[in-house]
């Protein structure tokens, strides 16, 4: 029985992931006053992607096709490990938040290295530009968990996320809300939201993250806009997770709430998006630092405890 | 001077009240007050009144009251001794003067009247023919005369409220106070580098005066359980029960603090600036007065520290920040062009050997008060002598002046007594005050100091020499357009006084003079 | 309580954050203003009991003085010196902000250092030194006159705030008189900036080195 229900949260995950970014268009929509596309849209396209032939370059090799595919067994992996509700996840051991750092890190190598592999200038200067901005967010986000880490004392995510409960938040409350705070900036920053990126800009020289996929069809497409989702999914699990400690012992509502609450995330992203104008370029980076400053803060206050 | 004739009635009317007025402290606490209200409601006043000659006057009346009622309290000090229960209780009082304030009060009293007879004449001259500045030509923009006396009077009435101050808390209050009201005293000549000046005065001692506010804390913590809060008196007598890495932190800061007003090295940096673009009088006041009051915030701590056992770590820190201002004056003194920028770091000179004197402990602490009181007077009249020579050359610039006393014989027979008097030749009282702290220096057996103080004080004297010399001796060429020179006999003789005293106390220091610097040594030490 | 004190602690560093990055010189009088007021209401959080009429009756002065009084003379003295918008930093922003932060690790290892009593809310004597040292990052590393008189409120902030780690009571006339003090320097402190903008068309306190030692202006010439 204990085997089901991680099975089931991954299911769920693998399933759920793509609902979010509908959510967030959703509530774009709304803020614009449109109707907005339905919120199962992206299995749409993913279904008819998947069904397409996919046109590779001449001047491309094989690292373009298999650059996807890493990111999509990546982010599978580390989907593995998310915490779902504070339940521990199907892969846990100390240390593994290092693993899954290191895996969103590989999953970008793959983006990057396939991008470069079409000798595009486009794809050269998305490429360049999303390293240039994970030198600052990889740090944030780690020294969050770090922090986090601390505050728990536990070495596995799942025992972390496991572990934060009420109590927690009324006694850290402060180190609590700056790394809510970094890991939504974090999240923004990734995901290639505003205000760090637009993504629904049509001019290629403003882009940073679609830039890389431009040559990207087919099945390639659908991999990386599924593996996209699912690291929106993950950075939403982390977020809830720390904002919704659980409560209950029944699996069942804590499940419930949990979607609620990424949903609420996803929500949230919209309503940033809607609300804030794309930075330029080069203020990204001291978003980015802003959120590290946050993370840094968070684990100094807690060492200093 | 008909203002002295008129004060002696006053004089003797206190007097005569003195011995009647029953009670242990008798007028005491009234003097004090007066001391401290006098210049305040003057101040106030100046800025009210309208006309220039009724506010000189209000101005030296104010001066000569203020120095009558000083030397009263001085004299009635010797003479009735120190508080009648001997300091071993605990009242908490505000203002009070022991033996160390009655020495600053009675240097700052002296050097405010000389001030005001000088400042008299000054802004009478300034008015008719306001100066020229030398480098750039334009005629100064001064700021109006109301302000000018009003801040000076207020001034007055801060350094007397800080050589009286019996709480540490209140004592910070009125060192930040001068530094306020002495800043629109430096701005008088509005043009560019005054302005400069100010404002690097004002922020770079306010961001001292600031930290000093931290080590206030510190000592308030050090002290707090023995419920001694920031007074002075209970500090001093509960001083062994103080916690002393707090103690030592509180003096860290405060030494910061207070030394950065004070001008040691390496928080010196406004010094020059403010006391070389103020005009003379101004310059007078800060050299002589202001910098002693910063020096009395610095040995007030450390006598609680002294009291408490620190003397080691307080003297040593003064000994090392003393020699490094001597060192800093001498280096930055080589290059000069500006006579008096010259002076500023004269001050930093002196003020670096008084810490010094005060580090060490023992007989050198008379020797750095004896200097402090020598310094102020000689620094005072050389500043007033300055003025003359501005005057008489219209020119700051050493390289211009040549030939002082073919057209002002009696200010150039000034400069070069001041040069004498302030470089330590006998018999200058500045000469045993230095003569003081290097034999103590010699007799705690710090050879290297001792050699090291000696050779840089030779450095000084000799790079002062050249200067002055130069600009005294020598033949001198009329520049075009230049109108014959009178010298005014008002502005002269503060500064003939001043020589006077400095070369009577190194000659011979009167019995009320040498038991009042006595005690106040002891006072340094720790006895409250 | 505490948790409340707590947050105050944190929203005081997070200003001084915000202090070091921002661009607008009247985002920067109003966030001294806020830390000011912040720090104002932190006794009324962090005493024991209930806080006395005493206690209640400074902090409403320190807030009309920090909150109101303050700004109203940083914002005449912008105007009147017609300064541009722009601080005008010397270092850029991610330099501010590693500066900061570094600050407040220093900060934090000191405060483990210092022999200090028992504070009753945690991080305060961080918080406080690191105010300090971001009080003197704003006046060493901008140009204007004006930025240079906040970096001193900011210091004097993060004094008050280490008083009250401290516990040290002072006489009400004696905090009066602090008060006064600061009041009346940045009142004297204003009206130089206004002197400074008039004589030299601006109030870049790095071209004020014509009086120098080391770098001859030409004046020593």
């Known amino acids: 029985m204990e085997i089901v229900k991680p099975l089931f949260q991954i299911l769920a995950a693998a399933l759920l992931a793509p609902l979010l970014p509908g959510v967030v268009n959703r509530v774009k929509a709304v803020f614009a006053g449109r109707k907005g596309p339905p919120l199962e849209q992206l299995y749409y396209d993913l ?116 572990a934060l409960t009420g109590e927690t938040w009324r006694t850290a409350a ?41 040559d990207h069809s087919g099945p390639e497409l659908a991999y990386i806009l599924y593996g996209a989702s699912l690291k929106l999914w993950l950075f939403g699990a982390v977020i809830g997770s720390m904002v919704l400690p659980r409560h209950s012992g029944s699996w069942a509502s804590d499940s419930g709430m949990f979607l609620l609450v990424m949903f609420g995330v996803a929500a949230g992203v919209g309503v940033v998006e809607s609300v804030l104008a794309r930075l330029r370029l080069t203020k990204v980076p001291y978003l980015l630092i802003t959120a590290f400053a946050f993370s840094a803060l968070g684990l100094i206050f807690q060492m200093a405890r | ?186 701005y008088f000549h509005r043009h560019k580098r005054s302005l400069e000046a100010t404002w690097k005065y004002l922020l770079i001692c306010s961001v001292g005066i600031a930290l000093a506010l931290m080590g206030n804390l510190f000592l308030g ?65 800060l050299s002589g007065a202001l910098l002693n009051c910063a020096f009395l915030g610095v040995l007030r701590v450390s006598s609680v520290c002294a009291a408490a056992g620190l003397a080691d770590f307080t003297g040593g820190i003064m000994v090392l920040f003393g020699l490094f201002s001597v060192i800093t004056a001498a280096l930055f003194m080589l290059g000069q062009r500006d006579y008096k920028r010259l002076l500023a770091y004269s001050s930093i000179e002196h003020m670096g050997i008084i810490a010094l004197g005060a580090g060490l402990g023992g007989g050198a602490v008379y020797g750095a008060l004896l200097g402090a009181v020598s310094h102020s007077l000689t620094k005072a009249g050389l500043f007033f002598t300055s003025g003359l020579v501005l005057a008489a050359e219209k020119t700051k610039r050493i390289s211009d002046v040549k030939g002082l006393w073919r057209r002002a014989p009696r200010t150039a027979a000034l400069w070069l007594a001041g040069f004498f008097l302030i470089t330590g030749t006998p018999p200058s009282g500045i000469f045993l005050a230095k003569f003081i702290i290097l034999k103590e220096a010699l007799a705690l057996k710090h050879y290297w100091l001792a050699a090291a103080f000696l050779v ?14 130069g600009m005294v001796f020598g033949e001198r060429e009329a520049k075009p357009g230049e109108k014959p020179y009178a010298e005014e006999a008002s502005m002269l003789v503060p500064a003939a006084v001043f020589f006077g005293c400095v070369v009577l106390a190194g000659l011979f220091i009167p019995e009320w003079f040498n038991s009042l610097l006595a005690l106040a040594a002891q006072n340094i030490g720790g006895r409250p | 309580m505490h948790t409340f004190a707590e947050f105050i602690i944190v929203f005081i560093i997070l200003i001084n954050l915000a202090l070091s990055v921002t661009g607008s010189l009247s985002a920067c009088i109003k966030l001294v203003a806020l830390q000011g007021v912040v720090a104002g209401v932190l006794p009324l959080m962090a005493g024991h009991g209930g806080p006395q ?169």
């Open chain 2, 456 to 469: 840089f004080l030779a450095i000084l004297f000799a790079g002062m020499a050249r200067v002055f010399i």
């Open chain 1, 174 to 214: 402060p180190v609590l809300a700056l790394l809510t705070a970094s890991f939504f900036i974090v999240l923004l920053a990734e995901n290639s939201r505003v205000p760090a990126d637009d993504p629904n800009t049509h001019l290629e020289l403003t882009m940073i993250h679609e830039a890389m996929v431009l």
């Open chain 2, 1 to 186: 001077m008909r203002q002295a004739l008129l004060v002696l009635p006053v004089a003797a009317g206190i007097f005569t009240f003195l011995g009647f007025v029953p009670g242990e402290d008798g007028l005491r606490p009234l003097l004090t007050y007066a001391l401290l209200l006098l210049p305040l409601a003057a101040g106030l006043t100046a800025f009210l009144v309208r006309g220039d000659a009724p506010r000189r006057k209000l101005l030296l009346w104010t001066a000569w009251l203020h120095f009558t009622l000083a030397a009263i309290t001085i004299w009635d000090y010797n003479y009735r001794g120190p508080y009648a229960d001997g300091g071993s209780t605990i009242a908490p009082v505000w203002f009070a003067f022991d033996a160390l304030g009655l020495v600053f009060l009675g240097i700052t009293s002296l050097l405010f009247l000389g001030a005001a007879n000088y400042a008299a004449g000054y802004l009478a001259s300034e008015k008719r023919d306001p100066g020229e500045d030398s480098d750039e030509g334009f005629i100064f923009n001064n700021a109006p005369e109301a302000v000018f006396t009003g801040c000076l009077l207020l001034f007055l009435s801060a350094m007397t409220a800080v050589a009286a101050s019996r709480h540490m808390g209140l004592l910070w209050a009125c060192v930040e106070a001068t530094t306020l009201l002495s800043a629109p005293l430096i």
């Open chain 2, 221 to 285: 913590a050090a002290g707090l359980k023995t419920g001694a809060g920031l007074d002075l008196q209970a500090l001093l007598l509960r001083a062994g029960a103080l916690d002393a890495p707090l103690l030592k932190a509180a003096f860290l800061f405060l030494f910061v603090g207070y030394g950065t007003k004070m001008g040691l090295a390496p928080f010196h940096t406004w010094l020059p600036d403010a006391h070389s673009e103020a005009p003379a009088v101004v310059s007078a006041l």
């Open chain 3, 53 to 221: 009429g005493r206690a209640v009756a400074f902090a409403a002065v320190i807030i009309l003085l920090k909150g109101a009084v303050f700004p109203w003379l940083m914002m005449r003295a912008r105007d009147s010196s017609g300064a541009s918008k722009d601080v005008e930093p010397l270092i850029s922003y991610p330099a501010s902000i590693m500066l900061c932060l570094g600050a407040f690790i220093a900060s934090s290892w000191m405060g483990t250092r210092l022999p200090l009593p028992e504070a009753g809310v945690a991080w305060i004597v961080p918080a406080s030194l690191a105010t300090i040292f971001t009080g003197f990052l704003l006046i060493t590393t901008r140009r204007k006159a004006i930025t240079q008189v906040l970096g001193y409120l900011v210091i004097e902030n993060g004094i008050y705030i280490f008083g009250l780690a401290l516990f040290v009571e002072q006489p009400m006339m004696v905090e009066l008189a602090i008060l006064l003090d600061v009041f009346v320097a940045v009142f004297v402190m204003g009206i130089a900036i206004f002197h400074i903008s008039r004589e030299f068309d601006h109030i870049d306190t790095a071209e004020l080195s014509e009086l120098s030692d080391w770098r001859r202006g030409e004046y020593g010439k």
């Open chain 1, 47 to 162: 279904i008819k992607l998947l069904r397409k032939a996919p046109v590779y370059s001449r001047t491309s090799t094989w690292v373009f096709k298999a650059g996807p595919i890493a990111g999509f067994a990546a982010l599978m992996t580390a989907l593995a490990m998310l915490p779902f509700a504070g339940r521990p996840a199907a892969l846990a051991f100390e240390g593994d938040f290092i693993f899954l750092v290191y895996l969103l890190g590989l999953a970008r190598f793959g983006t990057v290295l396939a991008a470069l592999d079409t000798g595009s200038a486009f794809e050269g200067m998305g490429a360049s530009r999303e390293m240039q901005f994970a030198v600052f967010a990889e740090p944030a986000f780690f020294l969050g968990l770090a922090a986090l880490a601390r505050i728990t004392g536990e070495g596995s995510l799942a025992g972390m996320f496991g």
